[in-house]
């Protein structure tokens, strides 16, 4: 019984905590990480920060492995807050090749994951492979590369069907990369994703 207790508080926390919190130390090691993301700057007491909670979240949990989503509480970060320039809440900033930006666009989960994915998240480009493609990456575009168009067609048809499915967020970013690379494989007919 303590353990069915200790699972469900370990369960918990994991829920109740969400999307990773930065401090300074953490927020500059983050952002000079060479990784693209996004980090939502936020009060406690802020009613559109409550709000968009649960999507963000969401996007923290489904994003590309490649991309970082985390939240900064300016209640408890009050410099960090004005070293960023942060006046009004929730402030969105994205981070991409090094440089900074404010996000500016819509904030429901569709169109924050299409901004990620979109904008954000690295891409294994199949003419370039050497540059772009991790090993795994390049050895999945070197078996379908040869193969005839329909067998293409079909396997990313395939791969768009599990898309709705639950996974692992590791199996989620796999899938995308894997329709991503089959998607540059067939003609431009091929469905919009």
């Keep these: 019984m303590k353990f069915l207790s200790l699972i469900s508080v370990t ?8 999307t990773q919190q930065l401090d300074e130390k953490a927020f500059y090691e983050l952002v000079s990480s060479g990784k693209n993301g996004m980090i939502k700057f936020y009060q406690s007491w802020c009613g559109h920060c409550t709000k ?6 969401r996007l923290a949990e489904e994003a590309h492995s490649s ?4 939240d900064v509480n300016c209640g408890e970060e009050e410099n960090l807050c004005k070293e960023n320039g942060v006046t009004g809440y929730p402030t969105i900033k994205v981070y991409k090749n090094g440089e ?15 901004y990620v994915d979109v904008e954000l998240a690295a891409k294994c480009d199949v003419d370039d492979t050497e540059k772009t493609c991790d ?5 999945y575009v ?43 494989l067939t003609p431009a007919s091929s469905p919009e994703l």
């Design 67 to 70: 991309v970082f989503i985390a």
């Design 142 to 184: 070197a078996k379908w590369k040869g193969k005839d168009v329909d067998a293409v067609s079909k396997e990313l048809q395939r791969l768009i069907s599990m898309q709705g499915k639950p996974m692992e967020k590791a199996l989620k970013s796999w899938l995308q990369e894997r329709i991503h690379i089959l998607d540059q």
């Design 100 to 114: 900074e930006e404010k996000y500016s666009g819509q904030r429901s989960f569709d169109h924050l994951m299409a």
């Design 11 to 18: 369960l918990y926390i994991q829920i109740a905590v969400g």
């Design 135 to 139: 090993e795994k990456a390049r050895e």
């Design 52 to 57: 968009m909670k649960p999507d963000w979240d």
